[in-house]
């Protein structure tokens, strides 16, 4: 099994540019989440899903789309993006809510 | 969900047991204690989880107070490998949502 796979690992954006960070995992695992952490700082909840279809807000959501149109993808998407939203992005899953959560490796968004 | 309290930062020497401490003192009744841990700038890794019990697994053993308002890692035989930020959270209600906070900082010493 791969695991949780994230691309791309490195990106720059500019102020107001679009894109999409992808999320896949080959684990079957229901429980799907993105996270994001600022230097010298925790993990924060953006979105998560419990299933294909089902999205929920997590702590810090604005700014920011998710959508799961399948067990295995969860894409997290930044329509306008700001130079607040640089961070680093952390993709888990988990076989239900309340397991285990396996993450991946973070992609690193800089926005200029 | 609970919020918890750590240290910020503790030291262990290598080969000797690592206690890291937490306090969850709002936990209420169906709320788990999970710990997690990230090295350098990698996802962070799953340790252990519990309830109420005292659990122990490959990696470490946690020890959850009778009152469930404090419990304690521990790394039985700290090594090298072992120096990262440790987050103590707990989990539950409705969503099973990780609330991450600021974590220790666990050194070990050669």
């Known amino acids: 099994n791969a695991g949780v796979t994230q691309t791309p690992k490195f990106q720059v954006l500019k102020t107001g540019q679009s894109m999409t960070l992808q999320c896949a995992q080959d684990?079957?695992?229901?429980?799907m989440s993105w996270y994001r952490q600022d230097p010298g700082m925790g993990l924060r909840l953006i979105h998560y899903s419990v299933g294909a279809g089902i999205t929920d807000q997590g702590e810090v959501p604005n700014g920011y789309n998710v959508s799961r149109s399948t067990t295995e993808d969860f894409p997290l998407r930044l329509l306008s993006a700001a130079p607040s939203q640089t961070s680093v992005y952390f993709c888990?899953?988990?076989?239900?809510?309340?397991?285990?959560?396996?993450f991946g490796p973070g992609t690193r968004l800089t926005v200029l | 969900d609970a919020k918890t309290t750590q240290p910020t930062s503790m030291d262990c020497a290598e080969g000797r047991a690592a206690n890291l401490p937490c306090n969850h003192s709002?936990?209420?009744?169906?709320?788990?204690v999970y710990w997690y841990r990230q090295i350098h700038s990698q996802g962070p890794q799953y340790i252990i989880h519990g309830l109420k019990n005292n659990e122990t697994n490959e990696m470490a053993s946690l020890i959850i107070t009778e009152d469930r308002k404090s419990s304690t890692l521990i790394l039985p035989h700290a090594t090298l490998r072992d120096t990262a930020v440790y987050y103590c959270?707990?989990?539950?209600?409705?969503?099973?949502?990780?609330?991450f906070g600021q974590g220790t900082t666990l050194q070990v010493k050669p």
């Open positions: 959270i707990v989990r539950g209600g409705n969503t099973g949502k990780l609330i």
């Open positions: 709002t936990i209420s009744g169906n709320e788990y």
């Open positions: 684990m079957n695992h229901e429980y």
């Open positions: 888990a899953s988990s076989h239900g809510q309340f397991n285990e959560q396996f």
